[in-house]
């Protein structure tokens, strides 16, 4: 069974740092493409950043590139996102989601399994 559990989120004032886990159980990351996406109340889901199952090619949303880095720990099969200069609409909920092959990575529906999310609140 696939298991994504996100973790790190929280409260934080704009321009201050937060930086987002993906544990998964039950398939090794290496063989996935992980990608995270979030999503703002009323808003729909949108793409943040992904990475392939080698590790070697990444992929950002423009509003966040130069601000988010992703990347992964393989010996502990976790995913990371690490967020800085955050802005208020940075808030949302973040998920990360695994698939098997990196193409369309912006895109949510092609994704296999999803985790429960975390939440993300930026204050002005």
């Known amino acids: 069974q696939v298991q994504l559990v996100e973790s790190g989120g929280g409260l934080v004032q704009a321009g201050g740092s937060l930086r987002l886990s993906c544990a998964a159980s039950?398939?090794?990351?290496?063989?996935?493409?992980t990608a995270w996406f979030r999503q703002a109340p009323g808003k729909e889901r949108e793409f943040v950043a992904a990475?392939?199952?080698?590790?070697?090619?990444?992929r950002y949303a423009d509003s966040v590139k130069g601000r988010f880095i992703i990347s992964r720990d393989l010996a502990k099969n976790t995913v990371y996102l690490q967020m800085n200069s955050l802005k208020p609409e940075d808030t949302a909920v973040y998920y990360c989601?695994?698939?098997?092959?990196?193409?369309?990575?912006?895109?949510?529906?092609?994704?296999?399994?999803w985790g429960q999310g975390t939440q993300v609140t930026v204050s002005s």
């Open positions: 989601a695994i698939k098997g092959r990196f193409v369309a990575a912006w895109v949510a529906s092609t994704y296999e399994y």
């Open positions: 990475i392939n199952s080698s590790g070697g090619t990444t």
């Open positions: 039950g398939r090794t990351l290496s063989s996935y493409a």
